[in-house]
């Protein structure tokens, strides 16, 4: 089974930008990255497929987000740009085998300050 690791997160300033990277132990997997707010649900952010030529963001970071993958790194990463506080939130990426979302990583804090 797949395994990820995200990494990148930090405490910025509303405005500025964040990298986050997932990197996974291999496979030919859609990758999604999700966040879990405080009190709040894990939900959505954005998806890609393995060829990259599927991408979905939801409506709140689309426009300011880019999903984009490097499969010789086996690497995903999440450009998050023009950040607002409610961007606040632990990050998780997921593997896709075709039927369910696993091989969660353990998620990487995202603090945005206003």
């Known amino acids: 089974q797949v395994q990820l690791v995200e990494s990148g997160g930090g405490l910025v300033q509303a405005g500025n930008s964040l990298r986050l990277s997932c990197a996974a132990s291999?496979?030919?997997?859609?990758v999604g990255w999700f966040r879990q707010a405080p009190g709040k649900e894990r939900e959505f952010v954005a998806t890609?497929?393995?060829?990259?030529?599927?991408?979905y963001y939801a409506d709140s970071v689309k426009g300011r987000f880019t999903i984009s993958r490097d499969n010789a790194k086996n690497t995903v990463y999440l450009q998050m740009n023009t950040l607002k506080p409610e961007d606040t939130a632990v990050y998780y990426c997921?593997?896709?085998?075709?039927?369910?979302?696993?091989?969660w990583g353990q998620g990487t804090q995202v603090t945005v300050s206003s």
């Open positions: 291999g496979g030919r997997y859609a």
């Open positions: 890609i497929s393995w060829s990259g030529g599927r991408i």
């Open positions: 997921a593997a896709n085998d075709g039927s369910k979302w696993g091989g």
